[in-house]
């Protein structure tokens, strides 16, 4: 199923970067308006995950689990979470996060780029011109 996109970010790393169509969500709205944002990368299994400073409230369709390529809010952890294999807590090939996220959105390229981020790494996200 497709959702209506309303927006378009660019996650930047130090060795590549990743473009997302968000969906127009309750959540996808709150980091959207603090682009830009600069923060710092970890790692966690095949997952990338960074703080945004800002909180938003859990959606009653958050998930756990979710497809390789999905950006997800995770609500606990003020954090976007980027998930493109299995996590140590997944049960198989699954991407299984740590918590339930809102699903903002997909990465519009190979998420297997996201294995070129280190931990500690500087990351940026930003709003592309529509």
């Known amino acids: 199923m497709q ?23 309750p959540t996808s709205q709150a980091p959207v308006k603090g682009l830009p944002l ?12 960074f703080d945004t400073g800002m909180s938003v409230s859990r959606e009653t369709g958050a998930q756990e689990v979710v497809e ?4 997800a809010f995770w609500t606990d952890g003020d954090a976007l979470a ?7 807590i997944s049960q198989g090939d699954e991407c299984r996060l740590a918590g339930p996220c809102n699903v903002l959105g997909r990465l519009d390229g190979d998420p297997c ?9 500087p990351v ?4 592309l011109d529509a």
């Open 113 to 121: 780029l996201l294995a070129t981020v280190r931990d500690g790494d």
């Open 68 to 71: 390789p390529g999905a950006v």
């Open 124 to 127: 940026r996200v930003e709003l």
């Open 38 to 49: 600069a923060s710092t990368a970890h790692t966690w299994g095949e997952e990338v995950y």
């Open 3 to 25: 959702t209506p996109t309303s927006m378009q970010i660019r996650i930047s790393w130090p060795v590549g970067h990743l473009d997302a169509s968000l969906a127009d969500t």
């Open 82 to 88: 980027l998930p493109y294999g299995p996590t140590p």
